[in-house]
C-alpha cells in the first residue's frame, strides 16, 4: 500500500507560519508506509531511525560511496535549519523524502534528490511561564526526537508530548500527553518504534518536581495510548533498590534520565536503554551514603510488550561526580565456532570504558578503557565496577580532579560498528576538569546547584583532545584496532559503510572519512561549523548521498579551551551539507 | 536616564552567541527588574525593588526571571546569561554564599536584608536540636543554606553523633512527613514557613526550636547585575544603604513576617 500525494503546498500544521508556495516541489509523490518487516530490515537504500537499525550500528550497507570515490564527492544540496540551538540531529530517509527535526520541536520533510521544502511542522508550545527555563533550554538541544513507522512521522516534544505527524503532509494525526510538564518532564532524545509500538524515554529527571519518577512508556502506536511504563529510580518489585539509595524514599530521590536512543532485539524481543546520573551528583547531599544508587547510570533490558525488566548491569555505581552512562546501546552477533553470541557492546557512560555484556543475560563479558579516566579503579572479573573512592567528596566545598570532564570522554555522540571489519568506531575527548560540591542556592530558597564544574584541561601528558577509537570487537576480548588522535574534539556522531569509511566530524568544523581498516583520512572537508549531530547516508536512483549536520555545539564550546588555536565561529550556523556520488540509473 | 551597556559580556559555552542581544537598550528612565515568580520571596522582592528604583527616581518595569531548573542547575547560567543580556538590568533575590559560582558575566550587590533558616519540630519535648534523638530522620530542604549547614555539621561529628538526613524539595510534603512523624525536625528557610502558614493549616502545629548545637544558618540577599553595568551596581548599591539605614526594608521584612536583619 502506499499514499499518494501532491506536493503543491505547504501543509500548514498547527502553528506553522504561512509560507509563500513558489519554492515549493510540484510533483506527485508515493509514500510507502514503513513495515515493521522494514523497521527490523530496513532498505539500504533508506535511513529509517536514529541509528539506521534497531541494534544502533550506525552502519549503513550502502557501497556506491567508497574508499576509492570518496575523494570524489560533491555538493548536492545545503540547507539552514530552521532555528537556533544545540545542534545534535540525525536526518531521517524514506521514499525520497529526507525529515529533519531540529530545535524547538520542529519537523521538516525536504525533497531528499534536490532539497526542496515539502512540508514543515512547528509545533505548537504552551505559553511559556516563569517556571519554564529548563524546558527553554532544553528546547534548544532536542536531538533525533522523530521516528519512522507506518504512514507516520513520530515526534518527541519539549513538552512531553508524542505527537504522530502524517508523513505526506505533516498534518497532525494524533498527540498524546505523557508525563506532566508542569512537573518539569520532558523528551530530549526520539523513540524506538517497534513491534507497533512506540518505545519513549523522560527527561527533564532532576527537577524537583519529578521527584522519585523518571520513566521509559511503551505506547500503541495506532493513538498513542499507553501500555506500560517503568521507572528508573523506583522499582517496587526490586528490593535491592531501595538499598541501593541508602534507603532512601523514592520521593527524595532524582535523577536516572535516559538520554539515549534504545536498541531492540527482535530475537528475545528485549529492548535495552541507557540511564543516567542520579542527583545531586554528590551523594554528601543526596543522602544515599555509599548506594549505588540503582538503576541509575545502568542498562536495562525491558520486555518490548510489558516493561518489565528482564535483567540490568551497572556500569558506574555510586556515582559522585556526573559521569553518567545513558549513552547507546549496541546489539552484536559474531558467529565463532559454530556458536553465535548475542553481545550488547557500548561505551555506555562519560569515563569512556567501553563494555561487552551477553545481551540475553547481562552478563559481564569485558571491559576496555579508551581516553584516560581516573573515576573508576577496576572491574572485577564478574562485572563489579570498583570506583575511585579517594575522589568521592568527604565535604562541600571539596574540590576533585576527576578525568574525564562532566563533557566527557564520551557524551552523546554515537559510536558505529561494522559488520564488515568487526570494529566499534567511538568518538572520544581526552578530558579532565575540577568538581566540587556545592550548595549553591543561586537565588535565595530555590535548590538549583550542588556542582561546579571548572574549566576543561587535557590530561597531564596528553596533547590531542581529539580521540577516534577503533576496537575490535570479539566475545572474548577486545582489540585495540588503531586509534585517530587530533588536537580538536570529535563532536558528532559516527557513521561507518559497507563501502569502508567511517565518518566524524569535529570542533575544527572538519567532516572527515576514515579508511574502516587503518584509520587513514581518505577525504576531509572544512564546513562553516562544528560538525555536530549524526552523519547520515542513503541512496536514490543510483546515487548515494551523505548527510552532514552542523552548527552550535555545546561539545565543542565546553572543550574550546583545550584547543584554543583553533577558533569557534560566533554565528550558530545550524545546518545540513548533502553531498552525494554516483550517476542517476533513470 | 539610559541603561545598558555598550559592550556585551563574552558567551559561556552552552549559549549560541546568536541568542544575545547586543542592542544598546533605550528605556528612558526605567529599569528591568527581573523577578523569580516562583521564590518563596517574590512579593518582598518586588517590594524592594520598588523602593530601589523610588530611591534612583527609575520607574520599575518588571520581567520574569529564569526559573524551573533541575537541583543539578543545568541550564539555569545559560538561560541566566541570556536573560541579564537581553531583559534583565537587575535580578533580585540572588543568595550571597561564599560558594556560590557567580560567572564573569555578572556581578552581585550588597545585600539588602539577611534571613535565617529555622528549625522546625512538633515533639514538644525538644528544644534545641541537640534534644533529637540521633536514631531520629531530620529534612532538609534540598539545596539550600541550611542543607549544607547541616551537612557540613555533621561531618564535624562522630559518625554515631549524626542524624539521618532525607532532602526535600517540597515543602508541603516535608511538612506531611514531619507531620506523620517519618521525619522529626525539618529544616527550612524562615520564608518557606511563612509561605506554609498561608497554605496548610498544619504549619500551626509547627514550633521553632533552637539549632544549638549547629550554627543558624542565614542567607544574605542581593541583586545580581550584568559585569558591565557597574555604574548601575554602584547606585544600586548606594540605594540599598539608604534603605537599610532609614529602616524601610526592615519595615518591610516586618510586614512580609520574615525573620531576619536588614541589609547583610
Known amino acids: 500500500m502506499s499514499f499518494t500525494f501532491r506536493t503543491s503546498f505547504l501543509a500548514l500544521a498547527a502553528g506553522a507560519s504561512l509560507l509563500g508556495t513558489s519554492a515549493l516541489a510540484q510533483a506527485t509523490r508515493e509514500y510507502t508506509p514503513v513495515t515493521d518487516e522494514m523497521i527490523l530490515n530496513p532498505p539500504a537504500e533508506d535511513w529509517l531511525m536514529w541509528r539506521g537499525t534497531v541494534d544502533n550500528h550506525g552502519y549503513s550497507q550502502l557501497d556506491i560511496l567508497n574508499k576509492d570515490n570518496v575523494g570524489d564527492l560533491e555538493l548536492a544540496w545545503a540547507w539552514p535549519m530552521a532555528d537556533l540551538g544545540l545542534q545534535e540531529t540525525a536526518a531521517l530517509v524514506h521514499d525520497g523524502i529526507l525529515f529533519l527535526q531540529t530545535n524547538n520541536s520542529i519537523v521538516q520533510a525536504l525533497d531528499a534528490v534536490t532539497g526542496d521544502l515539502i512540508w514543515e511542522y512547528r509545533h505548537p508550545l504552551p505559553e511559556i511561564s516563569s517556571t519554564w527555563g529548563y524546558q527553554i533550554y532544553q528546547s534548544r538541544r532536542q536531538k533525533n526526537s522523530i521516528a519512522l513507522y507506518d504512514d507516520k512521522v513520530y515526534l518527541t516534544t519539549v513538552d512531553a508530548k508524542i505527537v504522530a505527524l502524517n508523513a505526506v503532509d505533516g498534518k497532525v494525526a494524533w498527540e498524546r500527553q505523557v508525563n506532566d510538564y508542569s512537573k518539569g518532564y520532558s523528551y530530549t532524545v526520539g523513540p524506538l518504534v517497534v513491534n507497533g509500538k512506540i518505545i519513549a524515554a523522560t527527561s527533564g529527571c532532576s527537577i524537583t518536581g519529578t521527584a522519585g519518577a523518571c520513566y521509559i512508556t511503551g505506547h500503541d502506536a495506532e493513538n498513542g495510548e499507553e501500555l506500560w511504563r517503568f521507572n528508573t529510580i523506583d522499582d517496587p518489585n526490586n528490593p535491592l533498590v531501595d538499598a541501593s539509595w541508602g534507603d532512601v524514599p523514592p520521593e527524595n530521590r532524582w535523577g536516572g534520565t535516559p538520554w539515549a536512543t534504545g536498541s531492540y532485539d527482535p530475537r528475545t524481543n528485549l529492548t535495552f536503554w541507557g540511564i543516567g546520573m542520579p542527583a545531586p551528583y554528590a551523594e554528601l547531599v543526596r543522602g544515599s551514603g555509599d548506594g549505588d544508587a540503582l538503576y541509575t547510570n545502568s542498562t536495562l533490558a525491558l520486555d518490548a510488550d510489558t516493561g518489565e525488566l528482564k535483567w540490568y548491569y551497572q556500569h558506574l555505581p555510586r556515582d559522585n561526580w556526573d559521569l553518567d552512562s545513558p549513552f547507546e546501546r549496541v546489539l552484536i552477533d559474531q558467529e565463532i565456532d559454530g556458536e553465535m553470541h548475542h553481545m550488547l557492546v557500548t561505551v555506555a557512560g562519560k569515563n569512556g570504558i567501553a563494555f561487552a555484556l551477553d545481551r540475553d543475560t547481562g552478563e559481564y563479558l569485558w571491559s576496555m578503557d579508551t581516553i584516560y579516566q581516573n573515576s573508576v579503579t577496576h572491574i572485577d572479573d564478574d562485572g563489579t565496577v570498583h570506583i575511585n573512592e579517594e575522589l568521592v567528596p568527604t565535604a562541600i566545598g571539596q574540590q576533585v580532579m576527576i578525568c574525564p570532564s562532566v563533557s566527557g570522554g564520551k557524551l552523546w555522540q554515537a559510536a558505529s560498528y561494522s559488520p564488515k571489519t568487526e570494529q566499534f568506531y567511538v568518538p572520544l575527548t581526552e578530558a579532565c576538569n575540577n568538581v566540587t560540591a556545592i550548595q549553591a542556592e543561586f537565588t535565595a530558597g530555590n535548590a538549583t546547584g550542588s556542582m561546579t564544574f571548572g574549566p576543561r584541561v587535557l590530561p597531564e601528558g596528553i596533547t590531542e583532545a581529539g580521540l577516534l577509537q577503533s576496537i575490535g570487537i570479539s566475545p572474548d576480548t577486545p582489540e585495540d584496532a588503531w586509534k585517530h588522535r587530533q588536537r580538536t574534539s570529535m563532536t558528532s556522531t559516527v557513521l561507518a559503510t559497507a563501502g569502508g569509511l567511517v565518518f566524524a566530524g569535529d570542533a575544527g568544523r572538519y567532516i572527515k572519512a576514515f579508511d574502516d581498516e587503518s584509520g587513514e583520512v581518505l577525504w576531509e572537508q572544512r564546513l562553516n561549523a562544528p560538525v555536530g549531530g549524526a552523519p547520515t547516508t542513503y541512496a536514490i536512483d543510483g546515487v548515494q548521498y551523505l548527510v552532514v549536520p552542523t552548527g552550535y555545539s555545546a561539545a565543542a564550546a565546553s572543550s574550546a579551551s583545550m584547543f584554543p588555536e583553533v577558533p569557534l565561529p560566533s554565528g550558530a550556523g545550524n545546518s545540513i551539507f548533502v553531498y552525494k556520488i554516483g550517476s542517476a540509473t533513470n | ?264
Not at chain 2, 72 to 82: C, D, P, V
Not at chain 2, 148 to 161: D, F, H, S
Open chain 2, 1 to 264: 536616564m539610559v541603561m545598558g551597556a555598550a559592550l556585551a559580556a563574552p558567551a559561556s559555552a552552552q549559549v549560541p552567541p546568536g541568542l544575545l542581544d547586543h542592542s544598546r537598550p533605550i528605556q528612558g528612565d526605567a529599569i528591568r527588574v527581573c523577578i523569580d515568580e516562583a521564590s518563596v520571596i517574590r512579593d518582598f522582592d518586588i517590594a524592594v525593588a520598588e523602593a530601589i528604583a523610588a530611591s534612583l527616581f527609575l520607574e520599575p518595569n518588571f520581567q520574569r526571571a529564569p526559573g524551573g531548573f533541575p537541583i543539578n542547575a543545568e541550564g539555569y547560567l545559560e538561560q541566566l546569561e541570556i536573560a541579564m543580556a537581553n531583559s534583565c538590568d537587575l535580578l533580585m533575590g540572588v543568595s550571597l554564599l561564599p560558594t556560590s559560582p557567580f560567572p564573569e558575566w555578572a556581578t552581585v550587590t550588597r545585600a539588602y536584608a539577611s534571613v535565617p533558616f529555622v528549625l522546625g519540630v512538633i515533639d514538644p519535648a525538644y528544644a534545641r536540636l541537640g534534644d533529637i534523638p540521633f536514631d531520629k530522620v531530620l529534612g532538609t530542604a534540598i539545596g539550600s543554606t541550611g542543607e549544607w549547614a547541616m551537612i557540613t555539621y555533621q561531618l564535624t561529628q562522630p559518625e554515631n553523633r549524626r542524624w539521618r538526613r532525607l532532602p526535600y524539595a517540597d515543602h508541603e510534603l516535608m511538612l506531611r512527613r514531619l507531620s506523620d512523624g517519618s521525619i522529626e525536625g525539618m529544616i527550612l528557610w524562615h520564608p518557606s514557613l511563612v509561605q506554609l502558614h498561608d497554605i496548610n493549616p498544619d504549619a500551626e502545629a509547627v514550633r521553632l526550636i533552637a539549632f544549638d548545637p549547629m550554627a543558624e544558618p542565614i542567607v544574605r540577599i542581593a541583586g545580581l547585575v550584568s559585569s558591565r553595568d557597574t555604574f548601575l551596581r554602584n547606585q544600586i548599591d548606594l540605594a540599598i544603604d539608604v534603605l537599610v539605614q532609614d529602616g524601610t526594608i526592615a519595615d518591610l521584612m516586618d510586614e512580609f513576617q520574615f525573620r531576619g536583619t536588614a541589609g547583610g
